[in-house]
């Protein structure tokens, strides 16, 4: 029992909250790279191929036996999922290119209202609106945005500071570039949508086929021939290709193997225990995880908006956990009374078919 409950429960929230807490930091390691001359072009289709060099040897180790063989239906479902994965990242890095880390955290906010439209629009999510479970999920995710927009537009008094000079606030980099800022949320804003759609299609296709490090693999190697034509044709600078030591080296090493390798398959794996919106709801915490970063690693200043923000989103967060966790337990009880309910019906039929017996 305490094994379920720490498999079910705990453990995805806690990968979860891992997998938020790396990719704020590859973020950030991307936009250091790119200011330093990285190509984006060049970062996804090398982090790519990396991450499907790191999984090649699980994929061996791991494939199970019993699986649904290989068809055209799946294969051709796993390569959609590279074809929007590789357009979500080129959204998204060229997004962040043109704005900054703090953005791609704020727009991430978006991808819980997307899922949770996508997975009731799919019939994956039930919409009874008189369920408290469902007005759980609602309610959190509203309040989930609406702290991430406050973590955002609400900067308020500096309540600790790690160094004496503060960082431009991204309202500076607004003033000085207001068009790439906008374009990049716009991009960043189709990023999170076409997640979305990811999330879904990948849980219908766990559903045919649950081996979650076959299908990252596929996935990742998928990603890697369709960006690697796409991107040679868009970067013609055939120098930047070759890659030094340097913080360009070190961002695509990371990004291969902690977010196209590592992220995708935590990311999977908890779409096939907890479904698509439990994943999505975790997409707010990057804000206030790019807040604490902010603080830590790069001395920016703690400000009152970034705490009442962080508050508001995580009462939106454990409402929607609630949310999830009672429609689960409904669930579990419908299935224990169908299972007590089985045994008497089978146990009634011989009772009501027994053939009579003849008086000889």
Request: aromatic letters at 10%; charged letters at 10%.
């Amino acid at each position: 029992m305490a094994w379920r409950l720490i498999h079910q429960d705990a453990l995805p929230v806690a990968a979860m909250l891992t997998v938020e807490c790396t990719n704020v930091g590859l973020n950030v390691l991307f936009k250091a790279a790119t200011s330093k001359g990285l190509s984006y072009y060049v970062f996804i289709v090398y982090s790519n191929a990396i991450a499907t060099l790191v999984l090649l040897p699980l994929f061996f180790i791991f494939r199970r036996t019993g699986l649904p063989s290989f068809n055209l239906s799946l294969l051709s479902k796993v390569f959609l999922l590279g074809l929007i994965g590789f357009l979500a990242d080129i959204c998204g890095y060229k997004g962040l290119n043109y704005s900054s880390p703090t953005l791609s955290s704020a727009m991430s906010n978006l991808t819980p209202a997307f899922t949770f439209i996508l997975a009731v629009f799919f019939r994956m999510e039930k919409l009874a609106l008189r369920s408290s479970s469902t007005q759980a999920k609602i309610m959190g995710t509203l309040v989930s945005i609406s702290g991430a927009l406050v973590v955002v537009l609400y900067k308020g008094p500096t309540i600790l500071s790690t160094a004496s000079t503060v960082l431009s606030p991204p309202s500076a980099v607004l003033g000085t570039s207001e068009k790439n800022w906008v374009v990049g949320g716009l991009l960043l804003a189709v990023q999170y949508l076409l997640s979305s759609t990811w999330y879904i299609l990948q849980t219908h296709v766990m559903k045919t086929y649950p081996a979650e490090i076959v299908l990252v693999f596929l996935f990742n190697l998928c990603g890697t021939i369709i960006s690697a034509p796409v991107c040679l044709i868009a970067e013609t600078n055939l120098s930047a290709w070759r890659l030094r030591p340097g913080i360009a080296l070190v961002a695509i090493i990371c990004s291969g193997c902690l977010g196209s390798s590592f992220s995708s398959l935590v990311h999977t794996w908890g779409l096939h225990l907890k479904g698509p919106v439990f994943i999505s709801i975790f997409k707010p915490l990057s804000i206030a995880i790019a807040a604490a970063f902010s603080v830590i690693f790069l001395g920016d200043a703690l400000s009152l908006g970034s705490v009442v923000g962080a508050i508001i989103l995580s009462m939106g967060f454990y409402a929607v956990i609630w949310g999830k966790a009672k429609e689960d337990e409904m669930s579990e009880d419908c299935r224990f009374e169908s299972s007590r309910a089985l045994p008497i019906a089978i146990g009634k039929t011989p009772l009501l078919d027994s053939p009579k017996v003849e008086n000889m």
